[in-house]
Structures are given as C-alpha cells and as structure tokens.
C-alpha cells in the first residue's frame, strides 16, 4: 500500500511537471501577402512545433522530422496537410499553393511557406479564406493571419473551430 501511494505521487508530480511545460496556447500564426502587380501571393505559417508533429505523424507516419533537410516524404506530408486545411480564393477561383520552404525558428516553432499565381482575369476585390488547421487535435485551437495587399496590412482575420471560413473586402 505504502508502494502504491508512492507511485501515485511520481506519476502526479510527473504530470503536474509536464504540464507546466507544455505551452498553454494552441494557435498557429500566419501572414498572407497578395501581390496585385505581380498576380501571386505568398502564405507564412507558423506552427508549434510539438502541436505540428504530433498531428502530422498521426495522419502521415514517418520518421521524426529533421527541419535542417527536409525529405520528401516529409514535404510531402506537410503540404498535404496544409493544403487540406488552407483554401484561398478570390471571385469563388481556389490558389493552387505551392511548398517553398520548411524550417525551424525557434526552440518550438516551425515556419513553413508557400506560394501561389493568382489568373490575371480574376478579381481580386473580395478574399476567403478557409483555415482549419489543428483543429481535429485541439478543441481550443483558434489561428490568425495577417493579411497584406501590394505591402499594406489589411486585415487580422482569426480562425475558430465555430468560424473556419472569412470572406473579406480588399479594397
């Protein structure tokens, strides 16, 4: 009994450490810049780096993640994810992301970029945006992006499980 109670408090005290560890805050970060004389846009995430990973490898199981050289397979992964979880368009016409980059920041987060053409014939008057990123893994997770136009800040649209979607006026 008096072995039983003594586990009991590591396995408490362990949790209790542990917690106060992992970071309270679930939301990723992002700016999305739209470039109206060149027709394309870039898009910059961050993520948490342990919130990422761990979503990731539950979806695409793979070796660990080595943000330093990057393989395939785990390009392969983050893009996917990404791009079932970030839609963008203007006038109802979808921009095909494309991967450029993935590295890590700092101690616990990962920025990855990508970028896209936007068709010369297209509006780009009136943005949505879909953002459901982590959402499966975190009931509290809430994203932002920062949104600029030809270098002007436009808008600081949030994300929530409750309101993936935003449509917004550029002019």
């Known amino acids: ?26 939301m990723t970060t992002g700016k999305l810049e739209i470039n ?5 846009c870039t898009l910059t995430l961050n993520f948490f780096i342990d919130d990422f990973e761990s979503e990731l490898l539950k979806l695409y199981p793979q070796p660990p993640f080595n943000y330093e050289n990057p393989s395939d397979e785990m390009k392969d992964a983050i893009q996917s994810y ?3 979880n970030i839609e ?3 006038s109802e016409n979808s921009i095909d992301l494309i991967n450029n980059s993935i590295k890590q920041i700092e101690d616990n987060v990962c920025q990855v970029t990508l970028s896209g053409q ?3 014939t297209v ?3 009136v943005i949505t945006i879909k953002n459901t990123l982590l959402f499966s893994s975190f009931n509290k997770q809430s994203n932002i992006i920062h949104l600029y136009q030809n270098g002007q800040k436009k808008h600081i649209l949030q994300f929530f499980q409750t309101a993936p979607i935003r449509t917004e006026r550029l002019e």
Do not use: G, R
């Open 82 to 84: 990404i791009l079932e």
């Open 118 to 120: 936007i068709e010369n």
């Open 88 to 90: 963008i368009s203007f």
């Open 1 to 26: 009994m008096k072995t039983l109670k003594y586990i009991s408090v590591v396995i408490l005290l362990l949790t209790s450490i542990c917690q106060a560890w992992a970071h309270p805050i679930k």
């Open 123 to 125: 509006s780009t008057d």
């Open 36 to 40: 109206t004389q060149i027709n394309n």
